[in-house]
C-alpha cells in the first residue's frame, strides 16, 4: 500500500524558523499536537480509511504552526493546537473504525467462502455417492439379466433334451431295443437279408437307416455288431456267413455317416442260439444279427 505523507506546511515553517537565529513560540499543546501527528502520520491505516480526516487534522495542525511562527498569543496557539489534536485524534479514531469495519467484512467472506467449499464437497459427495449408486444397480441389473439368461438358456436346454431323450425312446421302442447288462440290443431278423446272402434286403436298409438315427444321437456310443445262423450247414460255412452279415450291417451304417472306428463286427456262426432248430420257426429266430449299443461310453462286455 503506498504510504500517505502529508507534512503540515506550517510545521515545515516552524521547522524553517528553528534553523534561524529567532526561535518560533511553541507550547507543550503543539508539541503534543505536533507528536501525535507524527503517530498518526506513521500508521498507513489512516490515510488509507480516513484521507479526508486526516487532511482536516493537517490543515489544523498547518493552523497552529502558523500562529505559533507569526508569535501569536499563546492561549491563541493552545486553542489552534487543541483542534489539531481533536481532529488528528478523530481521523485515528475513523480509521481505527473502518479497519474494523474492514478485518469484519474480511471474516464474513472468508467464512462464507468455508461455507461455500463446504457445500461444494458435500455436493460433489452427493454427486460421487449417486453415481456409485447407479453403476452399482447398473451391475446388478446386468448380473439379474445374465442370470435371467443362464437360466433361460438352462430351461431350453432342459426341454431340449428331455424331447430328444423322448423321441430316441420312442425310435428303441420302435426297433424293439431290449434293455440288458451288455447294453441296448436291437435284433434284425434273418427275414432283412436275402436267402443265404450277407446283402441287406431294402427293409433291412430301412431298418439300419434307423439304427443309424439312432448311433448319430449318441456320440459316447460303441457298437459291435454281431451275427448269427441256424444249425443249417456246416459250421465253418455257417460262421462265415454270421460274420459277412454283421460286417455287411456295418458297412450300411458307416455309409450312413456313423464313424467307423465306433463300429466293432462278430461272426458267432450257429452258437448261441436263442431257440431250438428243430423246426423252421426256430430256426428263422437264430438267424440274426444283434446290434449292441453301449451306454455312455461304458465297453461293452464279452458274451457269456
Do not use: W
Not at 451288455?182 to 431294402?202: H, K, M, P, Y
Not at 449299443?293 to 462286455?301: D, E, K, V, Y
Request: with cysteine; aromatic share 4%; net charge neutral.
Amino acid at each position: 500500500m503506498k504510504k500517505f505523507i502529508l507534512l503540515p506546511a506550517a510545521f515545515a515553517v516552524s521547522v524553517m524558523f528553528a534553523a534561524c537565529s529567532t526561535t518560533p513560540t511553541t507550547t507543550g499543546q503543539l508539541d503534543q499536537a505536533r507528536s501525535d501527528f507524527a503517530v498518526a502520520q506513521s500508521n498507513p491505516s489512516v490515510a488509507a480509511n480516513a484521507p479526508l480526516e486526516f487532511k482536516a487534522a493537517a490543515d489544523a495542525l498547518d493552523r497552529a504552526n502558523a500562529a505559533a511562527a507569526k508569535k501569536e498569543s499563546l492561549d491563541e496557539i493552545d486553542k489552534l493546537a487543541y483542534v489539531a489534536k481533536q481532529k488528528i485524534a478523530t481521523a485515528q479514531e475513523v480509521a481505527k473504525g473502518k479497519q474494523a469495519e474492514s478485518e469484519v467484512a474480511n471474516a464474513a467472506r472468508q467464512r462464507d467462502e468455508v461455507r461455500l467449499q463446504a457445500r461444494t464437497a458435500e455436493a460433489n459427495n452427493a454427486r460421487a455417492s449417486a453415481d456409485r449408486a447407479r453403476t452399482a444397480a447398473e451391475q446388478a441389473k446386468a448380473d439379474a439379466d445374465a442370470a435371467r439368461a443362464q437360466a433361460d438358456a438352462a430351461t431350453n436346454s432342459a426341454r431340449d433334451e428331455a424331447a430328444k431323450n423322448a423321441a430316441l425312446q420312442q425310435q428303441l421302442a420302435d426297433l424293439q431295443a431290449k434293455q440288458t447288462e451288455r447294453g441296448i440290443i436291437i435284433t434284425l431278423s434273418d427275414v432283412l437279408f436275402n436267402v443265404d446272402r450277407a446283402e441287406l434286403s431294402a427293409e433291412g436298409q430301412r431298418t439300419a437307416q434307423k439304427i443309424a438315427d439312432v448311433l448319430m444321437q449318441e456320440p459316447q456310443s460303441v457298437v459291435l455288431v454281431e451275427g448269427f445262423t441256424d444249425s443249417t450247414g456246416t459250421s465253418n460255412h455257417n460262421l462265415e456267413l454270421s460274420q459277412r452279415r454283421a460286417e455287411s450291417v456295418r458297412a450300411a451304417l458307416i455309409g450312413m455317416g456313423v464313424p467307423a472306428a465306433k463300429v466293432a463286427t462278430r461272426g458267432y456262426g450257429e452258437a448261441y442260439p436263442v431257440a431250438s432248430n428243430s423246426d423252421a420257426g426256430s430256426r428263422q429266430l437264430n438267424r440274426r444279427v444283434e446290434i449292441v449299443l453301449s451306454q455312455n461310453g461304458a465297453p461293452i462286455a464279452n458274451r457269456r
